[in-house]
């Protein structure tokens, strides 16, 4: 079965500074992963996705992500953080092996990102 | 274009009263349409998955059910809401066959009282 672990519950950095949040997954096979924002009582907002192509992704806002495949991660960075990226920060795995053929979302618990002045 | 919409946006409703989420789809036909939860310090958790009218799948037992009336309505419901029912509810939808471009809804934030 996949999984998806975020490995900080919470991360604070000044404005300006480099992001860094972690991701963990578990795959039997390639898998698709996601990072996913959701900001106060919005929806999510996909950041970026690595579907088995390059493994360096760059997403929307700065952000980009590499899959790792021999240490597991897909960890989510950004150069210099900015106020408006304070959001919640969800790393996702598609699982292919849906019952029915379908798919769906596996998520992460989260990381709160919070950004100082 | 493709829109998805969900409300209400915000709901307080008291323990052992119905519930009735909403979230519609514009612009595609038979989406794959889904209903996902998310409790305060969790992740999102799969609730239901639809693949076409009338056909509903549960991924987790739960006071909560769901219907498909029509091909792009997809709608959440209890008949006696529980505390543990509080939390951000989430409509998405995806083409059959594709692996990745769910499309969110923006969200019900239900508090149970």
């Known amino acids: 079965a996949q999984s998806v672990t975020q490995l900080d519950s919470h991360v604070s950095v000044s404005e300006g500074t480099p992001v860094l949040l972690r991701c963990n997954y578990s795959?039997?096979?390639?898998?698709?992963l996601f990072w996913y924002v959701q900001h106060p009582n919005k929806g999510l907002q996909l950041l970026l996705k690595?579907?088995?192509?390059?493994?360096l992704v760059k997403g929307i806002n700065g952000f980009e992500a590499e899959f790792k495949k021999s240490e597991t991660s897909f960890h989510l960075t950004k150069p210099s953080a900015h106020m408006s990226d304070a959001a919640e920060y969800f790393c996702?795995?598609?699982?292919?092996?849906?019952?029915?053929?379908?798919?769906?979302?596996?998520f992460g618990a989260g990381t709160r990102l919070a950004v100082h002045p | 274009s493709q829109t998805i919409h969900q409300w209400p946006a915000t709901l307080v409703q008291p323990v052992g009263s119905p519930l009735s989420l909403e979230c519609t789809v514009e612009?595609?036909?038979?989406?794959?349409l889904y209903w996902y939860r998310q409790a305060a310090g969790r992740g999102l958790q799969l609730l239901f998955y639809s693949v076409g009218i009338g056909q509903i799948s549960s991924e987790v037992p739960q006071n909560l059910s769901a219907s498909r009336p029509q091909d792009r309505q997809f709608i959440l419901s209890s008949k006696k809401l529980l505390l543990s029912d509080s939390g951000f509810y989430l409509c998405?939808?995806?083409?059959?066959?594709?692996?990745?471009?769910?499309?969110f809804g923006s969200g019900t934030r239900l508090t149970v009282v």
């Open positions: 795959s039997s096979y390639s898998p698709s």
């Open positions: 612009g595609t036909s038979n989406p794959n």
């Open positions: 998405a939808w995806i083409h059959p066959g594709l692996t990745y471009g769910y499309t």
């Open positions: 690595y579907t088995s192509a390059a493994t």
């Open positions: 996702v795995v598609s699982d292919l092996m849906f019952s029915g053929g379908y798919n769906k979302l596996i």
